[in-house]
């Protein structure tokens, strides 16, 4: 069945410095989703890309989707500690009747 | 409006016992979810509804059974409680128009941690 791959699992960033964390299926997505969910709290959307090599920003979060629709990936500059929690993404699952399969989440510790 | 509402937010059962996780969203998606998600891990789907009268298993439907009477309400019961069970269970709601409904926007709510012992 379709799989949604993150990595890393864990980041750990300096406050101030960029990271980047990735996301990739195994099969060609219609989109993909972004969710954010902070320490003990609830998946909140970010963003959806739909296009093939799309790319959007957020304030200081730049997500993509890879040329051939099957990857993506969030690049945070200048982390900040309001960037701690964990960053799904997520797409339409064959498995799951087309519904969203997540990935299993990047988590992000912020050192001061 | 207060989007998509669980109770409780934290229950413990004993092995064997039975209960119901409650989801209501004031938002009329179509739409709902029952997702869980165990310790340092990602989210899986237990249960979806299409709406009122109509659900359909997700990835890990074992031990689960949910109605969907009303456009709002869509409750999850746990029949045998197992230690298995153990998680953090999450529902959420979307408005879908297209064919794929993994295009549109999930909406969660805060989430109900269930101990099983």
């Known amino acids: 069945g379709q799989q949604v791959m993150q990595i890393p699992q864990y980041q750990h960033v300096q406050e101030g410095e960029d990271f980047t964390t990735y996301c990739n299926s195994s099969t060609t997505l219609s989109n993909i989703q972004w969710y954010k969910q902070r320490p003990g709290g609830h998946p909140v959307f970010l963003i959806q890309l739909v296009k093939s090599g799309e790319v959007k920003k957020q304030k200081r979060l730049t997500f993509q989707f890879g040329e051939a629709k099957k990857n993506s990936s969030l690049h945070i500059t200048a982390t900040q500690t309001t960037d701690v929690g964990t960053y799904f993404c997520?797409?339409?699952?064959?498995?799951?009747?087309?519904?969203?399969?997540f990935g299993g989440g990047t988590r992000v510790l912020v050192k001061p | 409006n207060a989007g998509v509402t669980q109770t409780p937010k934290f229950r413990i059962l004993k092995i064997g016992q039975s209960m119901t996780l409650q989801c209501t969203q004031d938002m009329n998606h179509n739409y709902m979810y029952w997702y869980r998600q165990d310790p340092g891990m990602g989210l899986k789907l237990i249960y979806y509804s299409v709406g009122a009268g109509i659900t359909d298993k997700g990835e890990v439907p074992n031990g689960y059974n949910v109605s969907r009477s009303t456009t709002e309400d869509f409750p999850l019961r746990l029949e045998l409680a197992a230690p298995s069970q153990t998680s953090v269970y999450f529902c959420?709601?979307?408005?879908?128009?297209?064919?794929?409904?993994?295009?549109?926007?999930?909406?969660f709510g805060a989430g109900s941690r269930l101990t099983v012992l």
């Open positions: 959420a709601s979307s408005f879908v128009t297209g064919k794929v409904a993994g295009a549109n926007v999930l909406t």
């Open positions: 997520a797409g339409p699952g064959k498995a799951a009747g087309n519904k969203l399969t």
